[in-house]
């Protein structure tokens, strides 16, 4: 017969609730201190890249970059939807359509 302990369980269950309560506060927080247009060292410092690799998306079609200004900037609103989309586990459970439904 399966025993459960649900003193164990209620703890387990507050511990998934508080991390993912934190994870989100800690998003929302690095949202807020964002400008809304990053510069491209900006971006580089934020995402951790070099030069190289920052060439590289900002030639990708589907990169959102805007080059209006004088000098590229990237939206942070649409970087962040756009890092969400490109995320290994998105593209495996999403549908396009699916995806701008759930942002």
Known sequence: ??????NELE??????????????IEKHALKEQLPPLLTRKEFMELVGISN??????????????IRD????RVPTKE???WISFNTEWSRKHFTNQDFKSVI
């Open 1 to 6: 017969m399966l025993s459960i302990d649900t």
């Open 11 to 24: 703890q387990s269950i507050e511990q998934i609730i508080e991390s993912s309560v934190n994870k989100a």
């Open 52 to 65: 190289t690799k920052c060439n590289e998306l900002f030639h990708r079609e589907d990169f959102p970059v």
């Open 69 to 72: 200004f004088g000098h590229p």
């Open 79 to 81: 970087l962040m939807e």
